[in-house]
């Protein structure tokens, strides 16, 4: 019996060791002979699985564009390996260009989810993060923005729990505690009453307002994220026109 538990725990292990996605890594790129090479490595476990490439070009206000001239390691029969490059011969492109592009290769098309995803962020602080994107390749992992946004927050609610019982004890007034009405109380030289801090000075406020940003950062950028993936998808896994000898991509679209 054991033996027969080890076996099916190896098989699992191993299964798990192998399923992992293809991965592009160490993407850049250099302009050599008025075209543009986009370098990069294709990495999988899997090493004699063709895989399907596909560029895109994303500006600053996220409208994708989809260049026709392009050359190299993409389309539908890309082997993994190091020092893949596609062409770009972008001079003879006709795509209108008038912004920063960034560029971003999609290996087997659009996984992730979308906009819509950002639901989960406002339930959850980094509970959206998982829909959108993969963690493994984030450099702040999605249950570290929990972790800390709910810890921020929590904090300023204590903070802010403390604050209340001390006014529900009385007034402090310059490290000497009064109680009643303030009013009836005699104002010295130093002047003004104070409450007491559990932490520092406006501590609620400042740990209630920092919480609440990272919570709402979290939110934008899982639905900006998203909203990627979703303009994409529309263009991801789109027929290739290739021609012998000179493949291109027969398919430009922006918006």
Do not use: C
Request: charged share 25%; hydrophobic share 40%; net charge neutral.
């Amino acid at each position: 019996m054991k033996k027969i538990v080890l076996t099916l725990l190896s098989a699992f292990l191993i299964s798990l060791t192998f399923a992992q996605t293809p991965k592009v890594k160490n993407l850049d790129l250099k302009i050599e002979n008025n075209k543009v090479l986009f370098n990069y490595d294709l990495i999988t476990k899997k090493t004699n699985e063709i895989q399907t490439i596909e560029l895109f070009l994303i500006d600053d206000d996220f409208n994708i564009f989809v260049p026709k001239k392009i050359k190299g390691d993409f389309g539908t029969k890309v082997l993994p390996g190091e020092n893949k490059q596609i062409e770009w011969d972008i001079y003879n492109d006709d795509l209108s260009i008038s912004q920063k592009l960034k560029p971003k290769i999609i290996v087997n098309g659009i996984k992730k989810g979308g906009a819509s995803n950002v639901v989960y962020s406002i339930l959850v602080p980094g509970l959206g993060d998982y829909f959108v994107a993969d963690h493994k390749d984030m450099i702040i992992k999605p249950y570290v923005r929990t972790i800390t946004t709910l810890g921020v927050i929590g904090l300023g609610i204590y903070a802010l729990m403390e604050r209340e019982k001390v006014l529900e004890m009385g007034w402090i007034k310059k490290d000497q505690s009064y109680f009643g009405d303030p009013t009836d109380v005699y104002w010295g030289e130093t002047g003004g009453y104070d409450y007491d801090n559990a932490f520092f000075s406006n501590d609620a406020e400042l740990l209630l307002i920092t919480g609440a940003t990272l919570w709402i950062g979290d939110i934008i950028w899982v639905y900006i994220k998203g909203l990627e993936n979703d303009k994409l998808r529309v263009f991801s896994n789109y027929s290739f026109g290739v021609e012998k000898g000179n493949p291109t991509i027969k398919y430009s679209i922006n918006f």
